[in-house]
């Protein structure tokens, strides 16, 4: 959550000429309404299970670029399909970057309920590891540009092919 998943996926997917997909906006087209309303009325279950079925349909596809949800890496079927069907690549940012960069948490039900450094820190404990469990690149997201990671993506993508 923050770590730039969408943003660089929609540069990356552009300068590679794929179809860029965002996991989190197929399930809101899908069910008609945003994330947080989701939440709210099915809880985090409920939105899990969405989350699975699409990235289930989605992994299917070729020569997408794709971004998921910061938590889809929790349940083992996700980390599966991404991992069998595709180049995993863990935009890397540290709890502190993250909640600078997500500060207010509009649209972000996880963050509306408490200390948001201390959730962020939290979320990060658990879904650290098992990004890198899966990764096939990990980029650090600090300081550099978006162009600067996609191109430090590319060669990566590049180097490993």
């Given at each position: 959550m923050g770590a730039g998943k969408s943003t660089v996926g929609k540069v990356l997917a552009k300068k590679l000429g794929r179809r860029f997909l965002d996991a989190d906006h197929v399930i809101e087209e899908r069910c008609g309404v945003k994330i947080p309303v989701i939440f709210e009325m099915e809880g985090e279950e409920g939105f899990r299970k969405r989350e699975a079925q699409v990235i289930r349909e989605i992994t299917a596809e070729?020569?997408?670029?794709?971004?998921t949800g910061g938590g889809a890496v929790l349940f083992p079927d996700n980390r599966q399909a991404l991992?069998?069907?595709?180049?995993v690549i863990?935009?890397?940012?540290?709890?502190n970057e993250l909640w600078h960069r997500t500060k207010g948490g509009d649209g972000r039900p996880l963050?509306?309920?408490?200390?948001?450094k201390?959730?962020?820190?939290?979320?990060?404990?658990?879904?650290?590891?098992?990004?890198?469990?899966i990764a096939d690149h990990v980029i650090e997201t600090g300081k550099p540009s978006v162009n600067q990671l996609v191109n430090t993506l590319i060669m990566q993508l590049e180097l490993s092919a």
């Open positions: 070729h020569d997408i670029v794709l971004a991992r069998e069907h595709g180049t863990y935009l890397h940012a540290n709890p963050l509306l309920n408490g200390d948001t201390k959730i962020l820190g939290n979320l990060y404990t658990i879904r650290d590891p098992l990004y890198r469990e």
